[in-house]
């Protein structure tokens, strides 16, 4: 067990040296209607922003209803009893830049107004240079 955690220790500091050459920027995509990958993007995301990475991210297909003001999943997360939803809020109130896919609105049932505050429709040709950025990193989900 003590070599396990050695050697987690060894990754993690290589991980943190490399850090200093890493973008300060991410992309963050996420598609997947399972609540389990939308709940670990969120917690990832939230752990990058809390390290001072800039985000961006965009929500599609079922991951778009996350950006819906008001939407609630129907179950919670262990084991801290989260949901994908409330981290999400966190981030947009951390500064995040949330957008959903251009597809989503026209093909749900809602409306640009039912979004959560701070939340925009995404513009393909500007995600498309966000991806395209070398200082970027994308991270899908």
């Known amino acids: 067990m003590h070599q396990s955690s050695s050697s987690t220790e060894r990754v993690v500091k290589a991980s943190n040296d ?26 990832l995301a939230r752990a990058m922003q809390e390290q001072g990475v800039q985000l961006s991210i965009m929500l599609c297909d079922k991951a ?30 951390g500064g995040a830049d949330v957008t959903v896919c251009a597809l989503y609105l ?3 049932i809602y409306q640009e107004q039912d979004l ?5 429709v995404a513009q393909p040709a500007d995600m498309a240079q966000l991806m395209r950025n070398k200082h970027i990193k994308v991270f899908t989900f």
Do not use: F, W
């Open 18 to 43: 490399e850090c200093a050459e890493q973008p300060d920027h991410a992309m963050v995509i996420v598609t997947s209607a399972s609540l389990q990958t939308q709940g670990m993007a969120m917690v």
């Open 106 to 108: 026209p093909n749900s």
């Open 64 to 93: 778009g209803d996350l950006a819906i003001d008001g939407y609630q999943s129907l179950q919670t997360l262990a084991p801290k009893g989260m949901k994908p939803e409330g981290l999400l809020q966190k981030i947009i109130d």
């Open 116 to 120: 959560r505050k701070n939340v925009r």
